[in-house]
């Protein structure tokens, strides 16, 4: 399929574990995003990656969490030392460019993971 | 970075239209308003975007005032497959972040 992919779909793990969690964004696309959604809650904002350029990681909450990009392919979320806090579904969107105001972001169908 | 609000939930049924009202009363100049759907288990997905006025595609619509301190989605015609979440956004140029707020639950009935 052309759509963005994300694996694993689940996760189960350990507190105190690290997992990795990867995007495999639409090709051709400059522009990758990470988002994170709690149960019931709306999307959060965690790091955005545009061709070359340094990421912009304001939305990371806490240096527990990393994120990794291979030039406009494929990325992974790392996230140490995890906590029950950090269970949610982990989204990847790409885009063609980096201006929301006019290439709408596509999305993957999330990893949903879940700290014991 | 404009706020939006919109409601939380919204009941509809087969083949009626649904109009979604978001506020977003402190919308900057170069800010555009994008809407989302999400179904359960799913990313969201792009449904329409707009600046100002009218905007109609084969999905929805999409309709600005003037002022801009509003917008309404309208879906004509729903069917039980467009229950989902609805989310209100509005996009500046701030390097390709969206921020979500809790989004419209649109539920529709037979």
């Known amino acids: 399929g052309a759509g963005v992919s994300q694996s694993p779909s689940n996760k189960v793990t350990e507190k105190g574990k690290d997992v990795e969690l990867r995007c495999d964004p639409i090709?051709?696309?400059?522009?990758l995003y990470w988002y994170r959604q709690r149960l019931g809650q709306g999307l959060e904002f965690l790091i955005y990656?545009?061709?070359?350029?340094?990421?912009?990681k304001s939305g990371l909450p806490s240096d527990r969490f990393s994120a990794e990009r291979t030039g406009e392919s494929v990325s992974t979320l790392t996230i140490q030392r995890t906590q029950q806090e950090d269970s949610a579904v982990y989204l990847c969107?790409?885009?063609?460019?980096?201006?929301?105001?006019?290439?709408?972001?596509?999305f993957g169908d999330g990893t949903r993971l879940s700290i014991l | 970075l404009a706020k939006t609000t919109q409601p939380i939930s919204m009941d509809s049924y087969e083949g009626q239209e649904v109009n979604i009202t978001c506020s977003h009363n402190?919308?900057?100049?170069?800010?555009?308003i994008t809407w989302y759907q999400q179904f359960p288990s799913q990313g969201p997905r792009f449904i329409i975007q707009?600046?100002?006025t009218k905007v109609t595609n084969e999905v929805a619509s999409l309709f600005i005032p003037a002022d801009r301190k509003s917008s309404t989605l309208s879906l004509p015609r729903v069917s039980l497959s467009d229950t989902a979440v609805y989310y209100c956004?509005?996009?500046?140029?701030?390097?390709?972040?969206?921020?979500f707020g809790q989004g419209t639950e649109l539920s529709v009935k037979p």
């Open positions: 969107a790409s885009s063609l460019g980096g201006d929301s105001r006019v290439q709408p972001q596509h």
């Open positions: 090709s051709g696309h400059t522009a």
């Open positions: 990656f545009q061709g070359n350029s340094a990421p912009d």
């Open positions: 402190n919308i900057a100049t170069n800010d555009y």
């Open positions: 707009g600046y100002k």
């Open positions: 956004l509005v996009a500046g140029n701030q390097g390709g972040k969206l921020i």
